[in-house]
T-cell receptor, first 116, second 112 residues
Framework: GAGVSQSPSNKVTEKGKDVELRCDPI?????LYWYRQSLGQGLEFLIY????????KSGLPSDRFSAERTGGSVSTLTIQRTQQEDSAVYLC??????????????FGDGTRLSIL | AQTVTQSQPEMSVQEAETVTLSCTYD???????LFWYKQPPSRQMILVIR??????QNATENRFSVNFQKAAKSFSLKISDSQLGDAAMYFC?????????FGTGTRLKVLA
């Protein structure tokens, strides 16, 4: 498809398990962003990629969170030893370039993560 | 540092009427952009309108327009002729160098 694709759409897992969330950006978009949206809250910035490098990881809540991007395309967000407070919707966005308001972000539908 | 504040957690409007959603921001960037995004229950964030800070003219997109007051750091969204499909969460956002900072959102209800 032409938009940002995220998988899975929903994920339910037990506390302590590891999870991987996937984001497939729009083809040709060099910038990729991960956000977390807790119930009834705004979007919390997690990490930003320009190409395969992550200039800003400042939003990752703890060292249980990591992300990578390969080939300048698909990105995976990994949460190790999940905790109940990790339950949220994880949104991915991409833009043609970074830092340009003329190239706004396009969002995927998100992954709803539920930790039991 | 950037902050974005939406002080109205929820707003209601009658169908066909006009509603204004408020947003204030603070940024140390000299060049920045402001956005309004809409998030329906489907979760996808949809760009509604954007404003370049260096432009004095307020942006408009069909029934959506903004009132950008740079000195006051205010960026409100006006929706005219409200429709049932406008019901959603609305987020204000500020883009500086590369990072988007979002407000906490305003839930808009449209009453038939």
């Amino acid at each position: 498809g032409a938009g940002v694709s995220q998988s899975p759409s929903n994920k339910v897992t037990e506390k302590g398990k590891d999870v991987e969330l996937r984001c497939d950006p729009i083809s040709g978009h060099t910038a990729l962003y991960w956000y977390r949206q807790s119930l009834g809250q705004g979007l919390e910035f997690l990490i930003y990629f320009q190409g395969n490098s992550a200039p800003d990881k400042s939003g990752l809540p703890s060292d249980r969170f990591s992300a990578e991007r390969t080939g300048g395309s698909v990105s995976t967000l990994t949460i190790q030893r999940t905790q109940q407070e990790d339950s949220a919707v994880y949104l991915c966005a991409s833009s043609l370039t970074s830092g340009s308001g003329n190239q706004p972000q396009h969002f995927g539908d998100g992954t709803r993560l539920s930790i039991l | 540092a950037q902050t974005v504040t939406q002080s109205q957690p929820e707003m209601s409007v009658q169908e066909a009427e006009t509603v204004t959603l408020s947003c204030t921001y603070d940024t140390s960037e000299s060049d920045y952009y402001l956005f309004w995004y809409k998030q329906p229950p489907s979760r996808q964030m949809i760009l509604v309108i954007r404003q370049e800070a260096y432009k004095q003219q307020n942006a408009t997109e069909n029934r959506f327009s903004v009132n950008f007051q740079k000195a006051a750091k205010s960026f409100s969204l006006k929706i005219s002729d409200s429709q049932l499909g406008d019901a959603a969460m609305y987020f204000c956002a500020c883009l500086g160098t590369y990072k988007y900072i979002f407000g906490t959102g305003t839930r808009l209800k449209v009453l038939a």
